[in-house]
């Protein structure tokens, strides 16, 4: 991270410098770490360049010119997602910085990054990369301007962006750059994204043409027939060429990359990460130390919720790692000065997801299905509880280890299917409380997540809650809830606040949503219909209705009472009034139902 580093190794120069909006944090739950680890074990020299003062491309000329490209990304997290709340305010904190201190990063830093890269060296090869840019690589809506943008390819100007995880894509321009190619040859690479120049008339074999930017800017029509085939395109294995384009320009997205083997992640997840913040930071890194002694099992979420950007990024495609592997990183974890005894996490983006996926992999290669939960659980999906149970029951069992939690969320449809499972979760993986995702309680805006219905909620808390009382202990779900999503107005929010006043819950903060780059959740917020039915929904627009909103979840504080009476009044349920700010009812006899359903500060 440091030239004197460089120097130490007897480097006379580096091959590629890895630009991040995140302190560098050696740990496999930070993306340029594993991006960094990859490259070094394909032979290639790296150098992090993280969190530079973007005012100058000083920074830029740290290590020298980097012999292949500079790698570019915001962070973890967008970082306009980084820097705003849902209402627009600024965050006072940055979980991703030492100190959790803000403003370290600039808006829109991905544009920024490239831009200073392209300015200190200009002959360099750009290439652009992580979740700002996977999420914003063709026409999509930015919230925060209120505009529809173009992609960030051209705006930052990148000769190239990667987009989803990454790892293999990064490596095969790295090899071949090195052996000579030019940038411009680049263009056959999975999950990546390039530019034709404006006298280049791309000839893509079978590529779906989405509508362009000038056309999506200015028909919603258009933009919602951009977003249902860019979402029906997101099966790796069947998956066309998309072109979409802009002006003179055409912008070219190839196929996902396919998905990793279990030996693959293997061998990414076994490389000599230190699992540290890099030594020159003198603060604590919030985002570390939450996921210090954490293991991820496996990536990819086959879920489906149209609020989130898993599909986009990661893929529906489960890629887990072996049992040794897992096993082995355990142990790792147990040697090192200072571990306790206890794992705060064995999961991934979905705690219950490890090896399961489908049945009938020839069926796969042709399905275009968003979800395999939804509407209704597909009867070729495997499903089975088994290894991870077995993997569990072995990481507890390790000499030095007292406790493995279970903290990724629990999908609870996938849950119901093997009770053993919950049995073992309740009795040995939760730490007192468990959080889960109903999200909501309406029917109608829960079709429009694509989630399972409040009934699967109340199921499973029974089962958990039994499993937990045989196992002789007092454990409750931590319930998550959103407000203002798409489809849901006062009426639908008044309906969650009986619910959580019948059941005693007590939400102390909000999950509010934010309308994310290129979700379909996203596109319902923008153009008021349904993108896959073209069915019109109700959106609430305004801070003053999001506002009355977010106080129906909250009914039970007294500075919420006025709102909550407006609210109840506007939604046509006056009669609701007493029942919601009556004191003393509805409450649940247990106090574990009243703790706090809070929630990641992102959706």
């Not at 959790?100 to 060296?121: I, K, S």
């Not at 309906?495 to 996203?522: N, W």
């Not at 004191?583 to 649940?588: F, V």
Request: aromatic letters at 8%.
């Amino acid at each position: 991270m440091t030239p004197e580093e460089v120097r130490e190794r007897g480097w006379d120069c580096v091959d590629v410098v890895l630009v991040t909006g995140d302190a560098y944090v050696d740990h496999p739950s930070f993306a340029m770490a594993v991006i960094g680890r990859v490259l070094e074990a394909a032979g290639f020299r790296v150098a992090i360049l993280s969190q530079p003062d973007w005012r100058s491309c000083r920074p830029w000329r740290r290590f020298g010119e980097p012999r292949l490209f500079f790698g570019v990304s915001a962070g973890n997290v967008d970082s306009l997602i980084n820097h705003y709340t849902a209402a627009k305010k600024i965050r006072t904190g940055d979980d991703y910085t030492p100190g959790g201190r803000p403003g370290r990063r600039p808006d829109r830093a991905t544009l920024v990054y490239c831009q200073r890269a392209r300015e200190a060296y200009p002959g360099t090869a750009v290439i652009a990369g992580g979740v700002e840019a996977s999420m914003r690589r063709l026409t999509h809506y930015d919230y925060w301007s209120d505009t529809v943008r173009g992609s960030i390819l051209l705006d930052s100007k990148a000769d190239l962006l990667v987009y989803g995880m990454g790892e293999s894509a990064v490596v095969e321009i790295a090899k071949r750059l090195a052996s000579g190619e030019s940038i411009r040859r680049l263009r056959d690479i999975r999950g990546t994204v390039y530019a034709a120049g404006a006298s280049e008339k791309p000839d893509v074999p079978d590529a779906v043409h989405l509508p362009s930017f000038e056309e999506v800017r200015s028909s919603k029509e258009s933009f919602l027939a951009a977003t249902r085939w860019l979402h029906r395109e997101t099966n790796p294995f069947n998956a066309k060429p998309a072109i979409q384009r802009h002006g003179d320009r055409a912008v070219i997205q190839n196929p996902p990359a396919l998905p990793l083997t279990s030996l693959e992640m293997d061998r990414i997840y076994g490389l000599p990460y230190v699992r540290r913040p890099h030594p020159a930071y003198q603060s604590a890194i919030p985002a570390f130390e939450m996921i210090r002694d954490s293991i991820t099992l496996h990536r990819g979420c086959f879920g489906g919720c149209n609020f989130c950007s898993l599909t986009l990024h990661q893929g529906s495609v489960i890629q887990s790692r072996s049992e040794e592997s897992v096993l082995r990183e355990i142990e790792k974890i147990v040697s090192q000065p200072g571990f306790k005894g206890i794992l705060s996490d064995l999961g991934g983006p979905t705690a219950n997801m490890y090896a399961m996926g489908c049945k009938d992999s020839g069926l796969q290669s042709l399905c275009r299905r968003q979800s395999c939960l939804h509407p209704v659980l597909c009867r070729r999906l495997r499903t089975g509880h088994e290894p991870l149970l077995r993997l569990l029951r072995k990481a507890r069992q390790l000499s030095g280890v007292r406790k493995v939690l279970v903290a990724s969320g629990i999908r609870m449809d996938l849950a119901l299917c093997c009770p053993e499972y919950i049995r073992e979760l309740a009795a040995h993986h939760t730490g007192g409380h468990l959080k889960v995702a109903p999200e909501h309680v309406s029917s109608g805006v829960l079709e429009l997540m694509r989630k399972p219905e409040a009934e699967v909620f109340l199921r499973f808390r029974e089962c958990f809650e039994a499993a937990s009382r045989q196992a002789g202990k007092e454990q409750y779900l931590v319930p998550y809830f959103i407000s203002g999503h798409p489809g849901s107005d006062l009426e639908s929010m008044a309906e969650l606040a009986l619910f959580l006043k019948s059941h005693g819950y007590r939400p102390l903060q909000v999950m509010d949503f934010i309308p994310a780059p290129m979700e379909i959740s996203t596109a319902m917020y923008y153009t008021g219909k349904d993108p896959m039915t073209g069915r019109p929904v109700y959106v609430a627009r305004g801070e003053s209705e999001r506002r009355l909103q977010r106080a129906l979840l909250q009914y039970f504080k007294p500075e919420n009472r006025n709102r909550v009476i407006a609210a109840l009044k506007k939604a046509g349920k006056p009669d609701l009034t007493e029942v919601l700010l009556r004191r003393g009812e509805g409450r649940s006899k247990s106090r574990g139902r009243r703790i706090s359903a809070s929630t990641d500060p992102f959706p």
